[in-house]
């Protein structure tokens, strides 16, 4: 059995070829993988995001910090005021500063 081919036009041809280029870039873009066929997952730790001394786990398509005590956020940016969430802290009349 012979193969059979598809006589396209010139514009039809680009509008085919942009499509899968469009569709590659996209891919690539919000599917977070690389390598041959899309299948290397990227490691969204690699670059460090999260700060404080916070350990990263990779996840496909992002990541979640875990937070070292005193900080939240979700790159545990923010530094828990302990005044606050624990008024009591300090014992004998003595006063808690945030330094």
Same mark, same amino acid.
């Given at each position: ?31 977070? !993988? *690389? @390598?041959?066929? /899309?299948?290397?997952? +990227? %490691?969204? #730790?690699?670059?460090? $995001? ?20 005193? !900080? *939240? @956020?979700?790159? /545990?940016?923010?530094? +828990? %005021?302990? #005044?606050?969430?624990? $008024? ?12």
């Amino acid at each position: 059995m012979q193969a059979k081919w598809i006589k396209l036009d010139l514009y039809t041809s680009l509008i085919y070829i942009t499509a899968i280029k469009l569709y590659y870039t996209l891919l690539f873009q919000f599917c977070r !993988f *690389t @390598g041959t066929n /899309c299948l290397t997952n +990227i %490691d969204d #730790c690699e670059s460090e $995001p999260c700060r404080n001394g916070a350990t990263c786990t990779d996840k496909i398509n992002g990541y979640t910090c875990s937070c070292v005590p005193g !900080f *939240t @956020g979700s790159d /545990c940016e923010s530094d +828990i %005021d302990e #005044c606050v969430t624990q $008024p009591d802290i300090c014992k004998n009349g003595g006063m808690h500063l945030l330094l």
